[in-house]
């Protein structure tokens, strides 16, 4: 039987890759960072979130 | 350890009681089993035990400095393995046990069991799940559900999501600098492309440059200026005008982060204060920083090894755990920094744009004086970040975090004057300049939209991944609590079925909190310590706690520790409460302790403990730990007392366990006792009426077996009413009255060889109330109108009942 903690990941990802605001390479890593087994630090999590240049002004 | 100097308690495998009054060593040995099993000691954990430690204080306090020597041994059987294990723990290392036999099923199983701290409860725990604020019920609730995990997954989301806010935030105040920069270069009143395109080719035209007729992210605005120069652009009007706008933000500057600052102060100040608080926030850091670096089982500050990871994660916790103030101002500190760095960061980006200025014009002590603020502001901000840094910098803070560097204004004023001063620009020089400047602040304000829409993107993705988060945990949680609730409400409704049938109970989880409500006579949910009475909200707790174990362990949910944890449950209830314990909880072994001894025969009546599986403590000493009522090494004790001459601790026992065996026998034969309304029974008070009763019972006996022709009932009635009469301590009994000097007063001032027959003569008594093969006490059943005398194995079964006439 699968843990409280396992079951919340799995429907953690399906939710997030129905999100448009995560997209699927930052979902990818989170779910290592997730996988990992290790606590997880705030930085790993900054650096995922963490985003390319946006748009120019229009 | 603890308060026990030495003590063997055989708890059979079966729910077991423990009463005695306060202060005579029940807690004591809820200590050392929760010590054995888990190596924590519940008592010095969690809120107020920040100086206590189990290597200071879990040795009895005459060998503190002996740890090695303070030891706790269980022989522990495991039903789910069919095995039996001895576990061997010292105080000198906790997280070291010594197992026998070294089984690996059996050593996993000792270790599931310390991985659960929770199956101790304390009266005090109870009150961690019901009368709290639901954001701290929601971790204690999580931690007895082995949650923490989901609970810091969300956490460290969140913090990701302050921190890529923040992070918004100051570059927001960026792009606010680059473009307020932008419009007052270009003296446009919005960054519109026709405007910003209008302003440069009203200059373009001038220069006989074509037009632009779009803004793209490749146009540049000064394209196809052919002398554009090495030299930094320098436009005079731009520059009076740059000096202007800077001049008015000076003047807002110390009403910029004015609250941010005072509260920074504030907290600051708290700390300066109370020392206590700033080593907890100090060990705080230190410990939050050692848990993210923990790498295996060594510890990654000291570099100490330590048995498994976990136990170094779980010893970390319970300090993180014992600093929630610190927390708070921490988090109120680095809060309001993070304002004051948004202030200070859009100041910086104005600067930056001056310093162009001081760079065109060569204007070195105006660049010197810009760089020396900016320095000082970079240092600030430095300093923002750190609780030392925060604390360094409170004098700066009170003078104002935005003070002017000495020769700031005199080389601002002075750069002004020059600038003011120098010739008019030609309309065509103006026109190049112009251009240069605007593609050059265009460009920045473009990079500062980038950074900005970026941050936007973080923020809508940390934001995403933390609300997602705590909307799928929330799901999984309220699920989790609706099995608990149920379980909770229907163990409550048990005990309670009397005056609360229809009891029902809510959990809701939402963020990191858990409301709590209970149904108040069916007048609607409140929450537990609205209506209820402190009774009801103690069965709440326990109901709780039996909801969650159950929750946790499922079927595997054997062992638990009850330290005195109804004693506001009244005696009505307490019956319902063991009939809980025993329909659905049969195969749980409970160790069960109370100060009440009404709750104790409670237990033994409703079946929950037996004589064998209970214990009564008569008071405590620090020399000798807990005293038994019932010592069945009593006369080892006396034997040795008398051996050393000390015929008052002889004495003192011998009383102590006559008083236990005759208030037992009083029970156990119905003797007719003087009723005293404080229970203060004494000796004199309980043997003689016990002594009387057994005589009139043995009578009984002999005369209800010579008129059903019974000679071997006969036979044995009588040698046991002989037995007691021709005893000499019941011949004192019944001289105490009368003759003081054999009183059991004056037994210790009795001489060793006067003292030695006495004790003899009581054994050789008591022995009369006891099978001799099962070595039971003897008992009339049914107890209010006796039809027969017996033992625990029916070697003694003598009818009370004559043959009808």
């Known amino acids: ?58 | 350890m603890r308060g026990i100097r030495n003590l063997d308690i055989v708890f059979d495998q079966k729910t077991f009681s423990i009463s005695g009054p306060n202060g005579s060593g029940k807690s004591g040995v809820i200590d050392a089993v929760e010590f054995g099993l888990t190596g924590r000691i519940s008592r010095l954990t969690g809120t107020g035990t920040k100086t206590l430690s189990i290597a200071e204080h879990g040795p009895h306090v005459d060998r503190v400095r002996f740890p090695d020597a303070a030891l706790v041994r269980l022989k522990v059987y495991f039903p789910a393995l069919n095995k039996s294990a001895t576990i061997t723990r010292k105080v000198s290392a906790p997280k070291k046990p010594k197992i026998e036999p070294a089984d690996p099923a059996i050593k996993a199983a000792f270790e599931q069991l310390a991985d659960h701290p929770e199956i101790a409860l304390s009266r005090r725990d109870i009150v961690r799940f019901i009368l709290v604020e639901p954001s701290r019920r929601a971790e204690e609730v999580q931690a007895i559900l082995k949650l923490e995990e989901i609970g810091e997954k969300r956490a460290v989301l969140n913090s990701a999501q302050n921190r890529v806010n923040a992070q918004k935030r100051t570059v927001e105040a960026q792009f606010h600098a680059a473009r307020s920069s932008l419009l007052t270069h270009m003296q446009i009143p919005s960054v519109k492309i026709d405007d910003l395109l209008a302003a440069a080719n009203a200059r373009r035209k001038l220069l006989g440059l074509s037009p632009l007729d779009q803004l793209t992210p490749d146009t540049r605005l000064d394209a196809g200026l052919t002398s554009i120069s090495s030299e930094p652009a320098f436009n005079k009007q731009s520059a009076l005008r740059d000096l202007a706008a800077m001049a008015e933000t000076r003047k807002q500057l110390p009403e910029l982060a004015k609250d941010a600052v005072t509260a920074l102060l504030a907290a600051i100040n708290t700390l300066a204060e109370d020392p206590a608080l700033l080593t907890s926030l100090r060990r705080r850091s230190l410990v939050e920083q050692g848990m993210e670096l923990i790498d295996g089982a060594h510890c990654p500050l000291c570099d100490s090894p330590w048995e498994s990871e976990r136990h170094l994660r779980d010893h970390l916790a319970i300090k993180l755990e014992k600093s929630n103030e610190a927390q708070r101002l921490q988090r109120d500190l680095f809060t309001n920094a993070s304002l004051l760095d948004q202030a200070a960061s859009g100041w910086l980006s104005q600067l930056t744009t001056i310093r162009r200025l001081a760079a065109a014009l060569k204007d070195e002590a105006f660049g010197a004086a810009i760089d020396q603020w900016t320095r000082q502001l970079a240092a600030l901000q430095g300093n923002l970040r750190s609780l030392d840094g925060l604390r360094g910098i409170s004098g700066r803070l009170a003078s104002g975090w935005h003070v002017v560097p000495q020769s700031f204004d005199e080389a601002t004023t002075s750069f002004a004057k020059m600038v003011a001063e120098l010739p008019d620009q030609t309309a065509t020089v103006d026109a190049q300049t112009f251009l240069s400047t605007a593609q050059m602040r265009l460009a920045d304000f473009r990079e500062s939209v980038r950074a900005d829409k970026a941050a936007d993107i973080a923020v809508a993705a940390a934001t995403g991944a933390y609300t997602t988060y705590c909307d799928v945990m929330d799901a999984e949680l309220e699920a989790l609590y609706d099995d608990v609730q149920q379980d909770f409400s229907t163990f409550y409704r048990l005990i309670n079925e009397d005056d609360e049938g229809e009891f029902t109970a809510k959990l809701s989880p939402s963020a990191g909190k858990l409301d709590f409500d209970v149904n108040f006579y069916e007048r609607g949910l409140y929450p537990p310590g609205a209506f209820h009475s402190e009774g009801h909200q103690d069965s709440m707790g326990v109901c709780l706690y039996l909801a969650l174990m159950k929750r946790l362990f499922g079927n595997q949910f054997s062992f638990a520790l009850l330290d005195d944890v109804v004693m506001s449950v009244d005696a009505g209830h307490r019956y319902q409460f063991c009939k809980l314990l025993k329909t659905h909880f049969k195969d749980t072994q409970f160790v069960i302790t109370t100060h009440d001894r009404t709750w104790a025969e409670q237990m033994k009546s409703a079946g929950l403990v037996t004589g064998k599986t209970s214990l009564r403590f008569h008071s405590w000493t620090i020399d000798t730990g807990p005293l038994m009522e019932s010592n069945v090494e009593v006369w080892d004790e006396i034997k040795t007392a008398l051996d050393k001459n000390k015929v008052g601790v002889a004495a003192a026992a011998l009383r102590r366990h006559l008083e236990y065996v005759s208030r037992h026998m009083a029970d156990q034969l119905g003797a007719a006792v003087v009723f005293r309304g404080d229970g203060g029974y004494e000796l004199n008070d309980l043997l003689p009426p016990v002594l009387a009763r057994f005589k009139t019972i043995c009578a009984k006996a002999a005369d209800a077996a010579q008129s059903w022709g019974n000679d071997k009932g006969k036979t044995e009635a009588t040698a046991l009413k002989t037995k007691l009469s021709a005893s000499n301590a019941a011949s004192s009994v019944e001289q105490w009255a009368i003759n003081k000097a054999v009183h059991y007063n004056e037994w210790e001032n009795f001489e060793k060889r006067d003292f030695a027959p006495v004790a003899n003569a009581f054994r050789e008594l008591l022995e009369c109330f006891r099978c001799e093969a099962c070595e039971s006490w003897l008992f009339v059943t049914p107890r209010h109108r006796p039809i027969s005398l017996r033992c625990a194995c029916d070697t003694v079964s003598l009818n009370l009942e004559s043959k009808p006439k």
């Open chain 1, 1 to 58: 039987m699968p843990t409280l903690q396992a079951i919340i990941a799995s429907k953690y990802f399906e939710r997030l890759r129905q999100s448009k605001d995560v997209d699927a390479e930052k979902i990818a890593q989170l779910e290592q960072l997730f996988a990992f087994g290790k606590k997880i630090k705030v930085d790993e999590l900054v650096k995922v979130f963490s985003a390319p240049a946006g748009n120019d002004i229009t």
